[in-house]
């Protein structure tokens, strides 16, 4: 894994580049960041603009180089465009994640990547549930662990990371995933149920009021 596309470069460019805008000008980040209040005001591009912002650098440089890790397994099964619409999607999805369970609070705000790469690495992961995660991990005990502890992190708010960002990417990486691939059901059908499990517990839990 880890090898440069030009659509990973154009990805990582503008995440650099619209990132440290932000750093260095607070009105560009509170103009673009997620803000559940600016967001129900009628400024739904803060759903799109937000996944290109980040905290500080630490933030973007780790999200980065995640990207550039799983990326070319997508790019290489699913071909250039559809990565983007993976990315994207998961981009999106994480953002109307966030929206559906902050809905709320009108103060609340995030930024960062990490729904737009969960769902690159949770399509990676699909695409080849045996990947090796750090030499040790099957992918998909990864993606079925990660989620289930994003399903924790939620409920209990756990430290200051957006885990329903990052369950909404990974769920829109996943869909996506199957409709540009659907000979996954054929091929590998019982990865399929199980990355599909935490997306299930989500939905009960939410169902039964635990989340």
Known sequence: ???????????IAANALISYKGFNDYN?????KFNIGSIRRGEQIRVFSSGFLHADSQH?????????????????ELG????LIVYIGGLVMGSLLSFYFHKNEYQYSAVGASGAVMGVIYSAILIDPMMQINFIIPGFVFGIGYLLYSIYGMKKRVGNIGHDAHFGGAVGGYLITLILKPSLFETELLMVGLLGIP???LFILHKIGKV
């Open 80 to 83: 250039e465009i559809n990565f």
């Open 1 to 11: 894994m880890g090898s440069f596309s030009l659509f990973t470069i154009i990805i």
């Open 60 to 76: 973007l440089l780790f999200n980065m180089i995640t990207l550039y890790f799983f990326a070319d397994r997508v790019i290489y």
């Open 28 to 32: 560009f980040f509170e103009r673009y």
């Open 199 to 201: 997306i299930v517990v």
